[in-house]
């Protein structure tokens, strides 16, 4: 699954007066959009995250700042350094995300394809393996 997860860009149009970038779900990402949420106020250095989404499919943005995503698939792990706020990482479900290394005002974005439910998540990490592997919970 992880194969499955990129670094999207996304259009930037330059203007003197200031930038503008915008997502369109279906086009710039392969899902529509069902939830917006946002990160913020997170001390420097601090993590987020920590879970898996059985089904939801999420796009995370640095809109300030800048955070580490660090993914896992339960067979091999990849860091990506999001800093720009005209591109984004697309995560696919199941897989395993953890935020790091924030820097102090970060902001991160995330777009979701489908609205809150506590019983998409996996916050235990070896329950997210066995599933994974297809061991019985």
């Known amino acids: 699954m992880i194969e499955k997860c990129r670094i999207i860009d996304l259009p ?10 915008f997502i369109e779900g279906g086009k710039h990402i392969d899902f529509g959009i069902k939830r917006v949420f946002y990160l913020y106020d997170v001390p420097g250095g601090a993590e987020r995250a920590g879970h898996a989404l059985k089904t ?5 943005i640095a809109m300030s700042g800048s955070f580490d995503v660090v993914l896992d698939d339960g067979h091999q792990k990849k860091r990506f350094h999001l800093n720009r706020s005209y591109c984004g990482i697309y995560i696919a479900p199941m897989v395993w995300r953890e935020l ?4 102090s005002g970060s902001v991160c974005m995330a777009l979701a394809s489908t609205f809150y439910d506590a019983s998409d998540y996996y916050r235990d990490y070896e ?4 599933s994974v592997r297809g061991e019985p919970s």
């Open 12 to 21: 930037k149009i330059a203007d003197p007066r200031g930038n503008l970038t």
């Open 56 to 60: 939801c499919q999420q796009f995370l």
């Open 100 to 103: 790091e290394n924030f820097s």
């Open 127 to 130: 329950e997210f393996l066995k």
